[in-house]
Nanobody, 124 residues
Framework: VQLQASGGGLVQAGASLRLSCAAF????????VGWFRQAPGKEREFVAS???????YYADSVKDRFSISRDNAKNTVFLQMNSLKPEDTAVYYC???????????????????WGQGTEVTVSS
C-alpha cells in the first residue's frame, strides 16, 4: 500500500489542524495505520494508531487533544489535532502495517509502508 499524507501547515498555539493519510493500492481498513512525528534533532515518535478492528491508541502527550479516525469509503485515515502546542511542531508521517500485534502498535519498525510526511508548525 502507498500512503500520501497532507494537511500540515503553520498555525498558532491553541488552533486545530486535520491531517489526512490517503491510501493507494490497498484497503486501509485491513491495516494498522499509525501517525508518527519527528521534530528537528529528535527521534521519530509514535502519536496515534488505528487498528484494522477500529481500536485506537494514543501517545500520552496527545491523547486528550488528538483523535485518529478512518473513512473506509475514502480509504483515508485522519488525525484531528486540537489545542495545538508549540511542542507539537514536527513533520508528521503516516504509516501502515499488516499483522501488527497489539504490543507493537507504537513501534516504528512494525510499520512497512510510510508516507512522505507533512510539516506542522505551531507558533507560540
Amino acid at each position: 500500500v502507498q500512503l500520501q499524507a497532507s494537511g500540515g501547515g503553520l498555525v498558532q498555539a491553541g488552533a486545530s489542524l486535520r491531517l489526512s493519510c490517503a491510501a493507494f493500492g490497498g484497503t486501509v481498513s485491513r491495516y494498522t495505520v499509525g501517525w508518527f512525528r519527528q521534530a528537528p534533532g529528535k527521534e521519530r515518535e509514535f502519536v496515534a494508531s488505528i487498528r484494522y478492528n477500529g481500536y485506537t491508541y494514543y501517545a500520552d502527550s496527545v491523547k486528550d487533544r488528538f483523535s485518529i479516525s478512518r473513512d473506509n469509503a475514502k480509504n483515508t485515515v485522519f488525525l484531528q489535532m486540537n489545542s495545538l502546542k508549540p511542542e507539537d511542531t514536527a513533520v508528521y508521517y503516516c504509516a501502515a502495517g499488516s499483522s501488527i500485534i497489539l504490543s507493537e502498535v507504537r513501534n516504528t519498525r512494525a510499520y512497512k509502508s510510510w508516507g512522505q510526511g507533512t510539516e506542522v508548525t505551531v507558533s507560540s
